[in-house]
C-alpha cells in the first residue's frame, strides 16, 4: 500500500479550519437486552459468555417474534439524557433503519430518527491545562446493537481475503445510546485533544449514573470520530469523514489528528475529500477507508409498527433529574478538596482519564495518596508500554487490595509491583498472586539474621567501618541481604538487624 501524504499539523491548522462532531456509542448495563428478555452481555455478570448463548428469537430475527421495550433501558437513557443538558421527548418514537448485513438478524436496527428521546443538550469539557470547552449535543438517542462478525482467515481481521465468517448475536439487541454531537467549531490546534477530553466527559458521566461498565476495551464505550476541513475564511463545511469504533480516548486524539493531516495535505493538492467511513489501525496509526458514508435517505427510515410511542411523564422525568449525581465540574471539585492534592497532582489524575479509578480504589479502602501512585506510576507506566487504557488493565477494587497488603507489610514496593504483574497477567486476586508465587515479606528473623551474618561475614571492611561508627556503610550490607532474601525482606527491618549484629559481633 502506497504510503498516505500527511501535511505537517501546524500548517494544516493555519492553512484550515478543523470541524468536529463526535457519535459516541454507550452500552447500557441492564440486566436484559433492549427488546428481548435474553441476558445482556453488557452487563459485567455476563460479560465472556460463549457465543451465541444470551440470545432470544427476537435478537435473531425469527419469524414471529416481537420487541418488548427495556424499562430500565428507557430510564437510563431519560438519565442520561439529563445529564447531558438535554430536553426530553414526550412522547418519542422507534424507527426501523434498513441495510442489510450478517450480524443483522431481522435486515433492520430498531433505533430512533426523528424522534429521538433526548435533544439539543451541551457538555463541558476540562482540558489538560484546565480550561473548558463547551460542546453542543444535537441528540441522545436510543437503539439497539447488532451481532458481531469475526472473520477467520483474513488479513488483520477483515473480511477481505477471509476464508469464511463466524457471527455472533450475543451483542444483538443490546441497549444503546448513542450520543450525536452538532458541528463542533473553534477547537483549533487543541481539536485532537478535545476529542479524547469529550469523550473521558462522557465515559466519567455514564460511569456517575451507573448506567454503564464504559469499558471502552470491551466496546462498552465506542466513539466515531467525524473530522471535516474546510478552507480559511470559508463559511461552507467541508466534506467529512467517519471514523469508526475507536476504542480508547488516547485513538481517538490520534484519530483526529491523522486526519486533519491526511486532509489537509489531500485539499491543498487541489483533490477532494471522500465522504466515507474509516477504519483506525492502533499498529500503524493510521486510518483506511470503509466504505461510503450513507445518508439518512440510504437507510430508508419509517416508524417501528410493533412498537408503541415512548411517553415518559413529566413526574418520572422530574424524578430521574433529582436522582442525577453530582455534576462533573462539582465532583472534580469536591474530590480534590477531599484528597488534598495539588492542582497539579489532581490535574494528572483528570488528563490521564483516571478520576473514577481513583474514586473507586479510595472507595474501596486506599488512601488517596497511595491510589494516585498507582494508577499514574505503575498502572499508566504498563498501559503505555502496551499501547492500552490503564483502566482496562486492573480492577480498581484489586489496587486498593494490592495496597492492604503493602500497609499491612506483606508487601514491599519492589514485591507489590511484582504482584501487580501477575494481577494484571490474569493470575487471580493480590492475595493468589502473592501465595502462587510466594512473594510475601519474610516476616521471620530467623532467616534474615542468618543472611545478615553471611553478609557480614563475606565484607569484613564493611563490618569494621560500621564499628568504627560508620552507619552509612551499612548500605552494602543491607543491598547484599535484599538480594540474598529476592526482595522479600522489610529493608528498615533489615538495617536494624545489621546495626545490631555488627555490634554484637
Not at 49 to 66: C, E, H, K, Q, R
Not at 279 to 304: L, V
Amino acid at each position: 500500500m502506497a504510503k498516505v501524504a500527511l501535511m505537517d499539523f501546524d500548517e494544516a491548522l493555519e492553512r484550515f479550519e478543523p470541524v468536529l462532531g463526535f457519535e459516541v456509542h454507550v452500552e447500557l448495563n441492564t440486566e436484559t437486552k433492549m427488546f428481548s428478555p435474553a441476558g445482556n452481555p453488557a452487563n459485567e455478570k455476563n460479560h465472556g459468555a460463549a457465543p451465541n448463548t444470551l440470545v432470544a428469537p427476537v435478537d435473531m430475527g425469527l419469524p414471529g417474534s416481537l420487541p418488548v421495550v427495556n424499562e430500565t433501558a428507557v430510564r437510563y437513557s431519560i438519565s442520561l439524557g439529563l445529564a447531558l443538558g438535554c430536553q426530553i421527548a414526550s412522547p418519542c418514537r422507534f424507527a426501523r433503519k434498513n441495510y442489510f448485513y450478517p450480524d443483522l438478524g431481522k435486515n433492520y436496527q430498531i433505533s430512533q430518527y426523528d424522534e429521538p428521546i433526548a435533544y439539543e443538550g451541551s457538555v463541558e469539557v476540562e482540558l489538560t491545562d484546565g480550561t473548558t470547552f463547551e460542546v453542543p449535543i444535537e441528540r441522545a438517542h436510543m437503539e439497539e446493537d447488532a451481532g458481531k462478525l469475526t472473520h477467520v482467515g483474513g488479513a488483520a481481521g477483515r473480511i477481505q481475503g477471509a476464508a469464511y465468517s463466524l457471527v455472533d448475536y450475543n451483542r444483538a439487541g443490546v441497549p444503546l445510546v448513542e450520543i450525536v454531537t452538532k458541528p463542533i467549531i473553534g477547537a483549533e490546534k487543541r481539536a485532537p485533544e478535545l476529542a479524547a477530553a469529550y469523550v473521558r466527559a462522557i465515559r466519567d458521566i455514564v460511569i456517575g449514573l451507573g448506567i454503564s461498565e464504559a469499558r471502552m476495551e470491551r466496546g462498552n464505550l465506542r466513539c466515531d470520530a467525524n473530522v471535516s476541513l474546510r478552507p480559511r475564511g470559508q463559511e461552507k463545511l467541508g466534506t467529512r469523514t467517519e471514523t469508526k469504533n475507536v476504542n480508547s480516548m488516547r485513538s481517538v486524539e490520534r484519530a483526529v489528528r491523522y486526519e486533519i493531516q491526511r486532509q489537509a495535505a489531500i485539499l491543498a493538492d487541489g483533490g477532494t475529500i471522500t465522504q466515507e467511513t474509516r477504519h483506525w489501525h492502533e499498529d500503524t496509526g493510521t486510518t483506511s477507508p470503509g466504505r461510503p458514508k450513507s445518508d439518512a435517505d440510504d437507510y430508508r427510515y419509517f416508524p417501528e409498527p410493533d412498537l408503541l410511542p415512548v411517553a415518559p411523564s413529566a413526574e418520572l422525568i422530574e424524578q430521574l433529574r433529582a436522582e442525577l449525581p453530582e455534576p462533573p465540574a462539582a465532583r472534580r471539585k469536591r474530590l480534590k478538596a477531599e484528597w488534598g492534592f495539588t492542582d497539579l497532582e489532581f490535574q494528572d489524575v483528570v488528563n490521564g482519564g483516571l478520576l473514577a479509578e481513583l474514586d473507586a480504589t479510595v472507595a474501596a479502602g486506599a488512601s488517596p495518596a497511595a491510589a494516585r501512585k498507582w494508577w499514574t506510576g505503575e498502572i499508566s507506566r504498563i498501559a503505555n508500554a502496551q499501547g492500552v487504557e490503564a483502566a482496562s488493565l486492573v480492577a480498581p477494587a484489586s489496587v486498593a487490595a494490592l495496597q492492604t497488603l503493602v500497609d499491612a507489610g506483606t508487601l514491599n514496593d519492589k514485591l507489590a509491583r511484582q504482584v501487580l504483574e501477575g494481577v494484571i497477567a490474569g493470575e487471580g486476586t493480590p492475595q493468589e498472586v502473592v501465595d502462587a508465587r510466594g512473594l510475601a515479606v519474610v516476616s521471620d528473623d530467623g532467616p534474615l539474621i542468618a543472611a545478615v551474618d553471611e553478609a557480614l561475614a563475606a565484607q569484613p571492611d564493611v563490618l569494621a567501618k560500621i564499628r568504627d561508627g560508620k552507619v552509612q556503610a551499612a548500605g552494602a550490607i543491607i543491598g547484599a541481604v535484599m538480594k540474598a532474601m529476592r526482595g522479600q525482606a522489610d529493608a528498615a527491618r533489615v538495617r536494624e538487624l545489621v546495626l545490631e549484629r555488627a555490634a554484637a559481633s
